[in-house]
């Protein structure tokens, strides 16, 4: 077996597991499908928008009939990227027969983040506007932030604030649906950043999004914020690995285990380890900096289903598209 000293959660291996590096699925294969196109802009300090969309009815659907629009957010550097930023934002094989097969059609809408790879200012989806606090968290809460914070004080104006770009997106969104036949529900994904991204836009708009899926969101909602996902009766779909190596799930995650096991509408998918469509334990060490457990991601865009059919967790047997069926299709 490969020297296990460079994966970070090699002890909770068990007997039998393997290293598995690549996804199951074919990337790339599916990005053709997808039509380019540019928001003009709504805001100075965004700019324009440069972003994908699927149309099932231009590729054979039927016009007569309303299909959920899929609003996904890729991680952090997605858009370095390009085009494959769709596939980062775990919806490419969404736009692949089988999986529209699966949910009776979709539309997908992929924007870019305006990132310029500059750590000193990325602009990231999680890119805060002024005002960032934990004024709205309680004070349990913030007992199990403020030590970390200490550490990390940099991180302290991404608590409470919301993204620079939600307005923006919100635009997209509009025009992007304007455009399609019949546009139905919507159900927004994000992942990494375009987690925090896609909490602070679903807190702004939550009475126009119909379903949520969030994958190892760099945000930790507040007691308020999950009162208001628990009066819109929205269904949500957290996934987060126990030891993501960039997103720590006892940072974003654990503090509100409690709250989400009260909430009817919330489901939650938090394996002890994220794997590929192989079955493997999923690791990107070979390609540098070790992410694997971060990018829950993939086995999202594996549907939660392994190739031989079996399903990820056995609460799920129909995966992701047949939960986005029920709750948008």
Known sequence: MTEMSKYPWAQWMQPGDFISEKPSYPIGKYLDLFEDRVFAGCDEQVGQLRYYVYDPVKHGAPADRRYPVIFALHGAGGSLAGKLAVSWAGVEM??????????????????????????????????????????????????????????????????????????????????????????????????????????????????????????????????????????????????????????????????????????PTVQTYFPELVRRGDHGVASNAAGGMEIGQHCINDAIQQDLIFEDGQPYDERFPDGVTGWVKRNAG
């Open 94 to 263: 969404f736009a692949s027969p089988d999986y529209q097969a699966r949910m009776g059609g979709a539309y997908i809408v992929a924007p870019l983040a305006n990132e310029t790879g500059d750590p000193k200012n990325p602009m990231t989806w999680m890119t805060p506007l002024p005002g960032g606090n934990l004024e709205s968290y309680s004070p349990k809460l913030r007992a199990q932030l403020e030590p970390w914070l200490k550490e990390n004080p940099r991180f302290l104006s991404l608590f409470g604030a919301d993204s620079i770009y939600t307005t923006t997106l919100w635009a997209v969104l509009q025009e992007a649906r304007a455009s399609f036949t019949n546009a139905g529900k919507t159900v927004l994904f994000g992942t990494s950043a375009g987690g925090y991204g896609a909490w602070r836009f679903l807190l702004r708009y939550t009475q126009a999004i119909d379903a949520a899926l969030i994958m190892a969101g760099a945000y930790l909602p507040s007691e308020a914020d999950l009162e208001k996902i628990r009066s819109a009766n929205l269904p949500l779909w957290l996934c987060h690995g126990k030891h993501d190596e960039c997103v720590p799930f006892e940072r974003m995650a654990q503090p509100i285990l409690p709250l989400l096991e009260e909430m």
